[in-house]
């Protein structure tokens, strides 16, 4: 029998962002699955978009044998803490140990992101799969799936018998990622040996919302590396990388396995390694407002809401989903008073404002403090709270099965939920984190974006595979928050000083 561990570790770390992943990040289950370990873990992660769930089933079709390990996940945001890490580290090395001793390994599979920065390992990936290889040798294959916002390293892809990226943005091909993982690993059994690994580094940074493969040049760039997989029967990988990172070897790779991996890279590399295509604009928050009313009061919006990516605040790289400058600015230029109850904005991570809207009732009138001011990445805080009178729209206990393109079947449990209005903006009041990436998420609280005018999202890309089909105009727009939009605005002290933060 086949003997395959699994196992899984998913954060994407911005040392910039104001909040840590401590062990409770791991085991709340609001925004990600739980900590899980043992048996229970096939269970709990299988039917999910992910690629844990995507790997178990096709290693079960192949008739392997699974030894399922422990798989962590927490919200984006900064440093892992040490002591967390080392919990997560800890379990799955001792199951390793543990399982080599008794049966025996034929292979190990991990579940990865990529972009993990613990306070004591800025290259967490390469340090958990180095005190793997340092139990089992390095013989046995190890073989990982990651993220396509993974940082990958040097020590990464030397340690690895094979790694895989996604190959979406926003990412509808998790479990896909972790089917493909499984190939790789077929390929590495059928060799007997690991395969040509040939891999290129770009000098400069790309911003996040310039890497969507709704978009150019994504679309056409992975449409192609796909049809080099095919010309040249290899396995190729891109990561723009995660651009928020400070660590030396932060920057986007591409990298591919197989007897031709390297003309295939350098033909992919020479396509998509030229930086002028990489640049985008991104509006100021008012000025993003303002057009999403135009936008919204013409007849080219045919029925559909204009969407607007809040990306500078998004909970899903580092942002705590709590600043008020897009609010603000929403309120500023009267947008709720011309387009009344079909302006939203979502999700709020306020578990104060939520508990006080439970305890009032529904219907009821509640004047508050809405969001926070939050520490950002330019030293200034971020807007200050919207005071004033919401009315109580809906209650919500927080509980939504995701129906959309991602992370699809997934349940999030976001605490006492609600919908508050305030001069004309409803806003949906959660009180756990969780990017805006699915309407279940607005319609929890009653909040339909088929009846809207203006949606506004706290999200930077991953929005689009559930909002962009259904909506007549995307913007994004920046006001003050923790995830910069231009990686060129943070200040880096660990960046390797060849590496450009802009293209």
């Not at 996040?208 to 679309?219: D, I, V, W, Y």
């Not at 985008?280 to 204009?306: F, H, W, Y």
């Not at 949906?428 to 909040?447: C, H, N, P």
Request: charged letters at 20%; proline letters at 6%; a neutral charge.
């Amino acid at each position: 029998m086949t003997r395959i561990l699994i196992a899984g570790f998913q954060h994407e770390t911005n040392t910039f962002a104001p909040s840590l992943a401590d062990w409770a990040a791991f085991t709340r289950g609001d925004s990600f699955p739980a900590f899980v370990r043992g048996a229970a873990m096939p269970q709990q992660l299988g039917g999910i978009n992910i690629p844990v769930a995507g790997f178990i089933d096709s290693a079960k079709r192949r008739g392997w044998t699974l030894v399922p390990s422990a798989w962590a996940g927490a919200i984006p945001s900064s440093y892992v803490t040490e002591d967390a890490f080392e919990r997560i580290a800890g379990a799955i090395c001792e199951d390793v140990r543990e399982a080599k001793d008794h049966g025996g390994l034929d292979a190990i599979y991990l579940d990865l992101h990529g972009a993990a920065v613990a306070e004591h390992a800025l290259d967490s990936e390469g340090e958990l799969l180095a005190r793997l290889r340092a139990i089992v040798g390095p013989g046995l294959p190890i073989v990982a799936s990651l993220d396509l916002h993974a940082n990958v390293t040097a020590r990464m892809l030397e340690l690895a018998d094979a790694l895989v990226s996604y190959r979406t943005y926003p990412h509808v091909d998790m479990a896909d990622t972790g089917a493909l993982a499984a190939e790789l690993l077929a390929r590495r059994f059928k060799a007997g040996r690991k395969e040509p690994m040939h891999a290129r580094r770009f000098p400069y940074l790309i911003a996040l919302n310039a890497q969507s493969t709704f978009l150019e040049p994504g679309r056409s760039i992975y449409e192609e590396l796909k049809a080099l997989d095919r010309e040249f029967g290899c396995v190729l990988s891109f990561c723009p990388g995660f651009p928020a990172a400070d660590f030396d070897e932060c920057a986007p790779v591409l990298w591919g396995h197989g007897e031709r991996a390297e003309a295939a890279v350098e033909r992919l590399f020479a396509r998509a390694g030229q930086p002028a295509q990489w640049r985008i604009e991104v509006l100021p928050a008012r000025d993003a407002v303002a057009q999403a009313m135009n936008l919204a009061g013409s007849t080219a919006a045919a029925g559909k809401p204009v969407v607007l990516a809040d990306t500078q605040d998004n909970p899903g790289a580092g942002g705590d989903s709590n600043t008020t400058g897009m609010l603000h600015a929403l309120l500023a230029q009267g947008a709720g008073r011309r387009f009344p109850g079909q302006v939203a904005l979502g999700l709020m991570f306020d578990p104060a404002a939520a508990r006080a809207a439970h305890e009032a009732g529904l219907g009821s009138e509640i004047d508050i403090a809405l969001g926070k001011a939050v520490p950002t990445f330019t030293g200034q805080p971020s807007d200050a709270p919207v005071r004033g009178r919401c009315k109580v729209l809906a209650l919500a206990d927080g509980k939504c099965t995701l129906k959309g393109p991602m992370m699809t079947g997934l349940t999030v449990g976001l605490g006492p939920s609600a919908c508050l209005e305030i001069d004309g903006v409803r806003i949906a009041v959660t009180s756990g984190k969780k990017q805006l990436l699915d309407r279940e998420l607005l319609r929890m609280v009653g909040i339909h974006t088929e009846q809207m005018r203006i949606v506004v999202v706290k999200s930077s890309v991953h929005f689009r595979a559930d909002f962009q089909p259904n909506a007549s105009h995307v913007l994004v727009g920046k006001a003050a928050g923790p995830m910069a939009a231009d990686p060129g605005d943070l200040p880096w002290q660990r960046l390797n000083p060849a590496t450009r933060t802009r293209p």
